[in-house]
């Protein structure tokens, strides 16, 4: 069984990125000991952030709030220096000699950005200073922390994989037939605050997904931000299409919003349901790995959050950017789901459940140094402000 087959790397699997065999069969079988691709794609960039954390850092940068192009700035000649040793500055380009942010400099940044998950605009702003502001030995400790815990994983065997790196918001999902090359699906996503509702770190399985999804509101939010709203407004729950029941199951009935019963929410005997529509918090599927934590990957229709750069403002779980995609994905070898048929249960009045076979392993990690198959390497903010790896996956 899949359970079984990962529980010994599940637990080390905190802090991992992209843990995924994407080894094909035949390798797997000649070196079963053998690291998983992301692994190599990261050492590959080892030795030369070795030479850069042993030589003197041209940084850090002066304090700047915006930088636009043309603008006259007395870091030019470090800018320069750090582009050209991370590799976005050619060696060859001449920088700016008149003190002014422009020419070569400019491309150079929009590609950092891009490897640093900024908008590519080329305008210096606060984000991207802070990312040109990090040390290389800082730099170098983010991929030998990466490394020790890719270098523990065991490549699993499995048809389909999905992981969702939190510090990158980003998740990736790879067919067996793409192991080893870029992933087969890619979208930005939405996770937890930080420090409010932190998205867990875990491996699980994707067990079924629920077309048009009731969304039964956690306690926490009922008794922070529901009841609250409510004793405000006392057509709050209309509004939102929020109705009481006494029961986790979509065909139980819905009950009145009596003083009595809303009574009966605050103390915790009744619940609080969102009836599926276009307003639902869930959108129009959520995808279910049961795990301890009730976390899920889910549609929504706060689309303009995917946006943003730093996206770390859900309740805690994921909220993915193309959730049809996703669905096409999980079910595209189950007959009699194609695309056709899956853009009708997302439109349907009433939700569908449709169980995955075989589960899917679906990773929640955290890496903030990431290589892909095709050179790049990028690194992102410690949203969660967490340490060098500790501890074990959840569960």
């Known amino acids: 069984m899949i359970r079984a087959r990962y529980v010994a790397f599940r637990r080390s699997l905190a802090g991992a990125v992209l843990v995924i065999?994407?080894?094909?069969?035949?390798?797997?079988?000649?070196?079963?000991?053998?690291?998983?691709?992301?692994?190599?794609?990261?050492a590959a960039h080892l030795p030369r952030y070795r030479e850069l954390a042993a030589?003197?850092?041209?940084?850090?940068?002066?304090?700047?709030?915006?930088?636009?192009?043309?603008?006259?700035?007395?870091?030019?000649p470090a800018l320069a220096q750090i582009l050209r040793d991370l590799g976005d500055l050619p060696s060859d380009a001449v920088a700016p000699q008149d003190g002014t942010y422009s020419g070569a400099l400019l491309p150079a940044v929009k590609a950092f950005q891009s490897r640093h998950g900024l908008t590519s605009d080329g305008i210096i702003g606060t984000s991207t200073l802070s990312a040109l502001n990090q040390p290389y030995s800082r730099r170098l400790q983010q991929i030998e922390d990466s490394l020790e815990w890719l270098g523990t994983i065991v490549p699993p065997e499995s048809d389909s994989i999905i992981i969702v790196n939190i510090p990158a918001f980003r998740l990736l999902a790879w067919s067996r037939e793409d192991r080893g090359k870029k992933a087969t699906l890619s979208m930005p996503v939405v996770v937890g605050r930080a420090a409010a509702s932190t998205t867990p770190i875990l491996a699980e399985e994707l067990e079924h997904l629920v077309f048009r999804p009731y969304w039964y509101v956690p306690r926490g939010i009922t008794t922070r931000e529901m009841l609250p709203k409510l004793a405000k407004d006392p057509a709050y729950l209309d509004k939102q299409d929020i109705e009481l029941t006494a029961s986790g199951d979509d065909n139980a009935p819905a009950l009145p919003a009596t003083p009595e019963n809303i009574e009966r929410v605050r103390a915790g005997s009744l619940s609080l349901r969102q009836r599926p529509g276009p307003g639902n918090a869930l959108g129009r599927v959520k995808f279910i790995f049961p795990n301890s934590e009730s976390v899920y990957l889910h549609d929504t229709p706060a689309k303009s959050g995917f946006t943003k750069d730093r996206r770390d403002f859900s309740h805690g779980c994921v909220r993915v950017s193309d959730p049809a995609a996703l669905a096409a994905f999980v079910l595209r070898n189950t007959p009699g789901w194609d695309r056709a048929r899956i853009d009708k249960a997302m439109d349907a009045e009433r939700p569908e459940v449709v169980h995955v076979s075989p589960v899917i392993p679906v990773w929640l990690v955290y890496s903030t140094a990431v290589a892909g198959a095709d050179g790049t390497l990028g690194f992102y903010e410690n949203v969660y402000s967490r340490d060098a790896p500790a501890g074990g996956v959840q569960r």
């Open 21 to 42: 065999s994407l080894l094909p069969a035949s390798s797997r079988a000649q070196a079963p000991q053998a690291h998983v691709a992301p692994y190599d794609w990261l």
């Open 55 to 76: 030589k003197p850092w041209p940084g850090p940068l002066p304090p700047v709030k915006k930088l636009s192009p043309g603008d006259a700035y007395p870091g030019i």
